[in-house]
């Protein structure tokens, strides 16, 4: 069984964490505060900073799907990487579609 823990803070600290989010690498900032709880433990956060790498690494023109990335990756993991893409987060990429497989591609620009 999951469980759910929330918090509230101010205006400013939600600036100052998405901030600490974005320099260190996470897909957002509910992924930063879970690592950061559990100190590192059971998080994808290093799985979706592996995929980034990784993307930064692909040659211009590259086409790729989640999968050539990570094996047999999470599906949250490719929900992070569609809306990081669309929010131009993870810059130089593309999102393409998808090729009724369920898997969406993208490029690398």
């Known amino acids: 069984m999951g ?9 400013d ?3 100052e964490l998405e901030k600490q989010a974005a320099t260190e ?3 957002n900032l509910a992924e930063l505060c879970k690592y950061r709880a559990l100190q590192g433990k059971s ?4 799985l979706f900073k592996r995929m980034v790498e990784r993307i930064e690494n692909l040659p211009r023109g590259s086409k790729f799907k989640l999968r050539d990335l990570i094996d047999t990756p999470p599906t ?13 987060k993870i810059a130089n990429v593309k999102h393409i579609g998808n090729d009724g ?7 690398k620009l």
């Open 3 to 11: 469980y759910r823990v929330q918090f509230t803070i101010s205006d």
């Open 13 to 15: 600290e939600k600036v």
């Open 25 to 27: 690498g996470f897909p």
């Open 43 to 46: 998080t994808y956060a290093t």
């Open 76 to 88: 949250l993991l490719g929900r992070w990487l569609y809306d990081n893409v669309a929010n131009k």
């Open 101 to 107: 497989s369920d898997a969406e591609e993208y490029e």
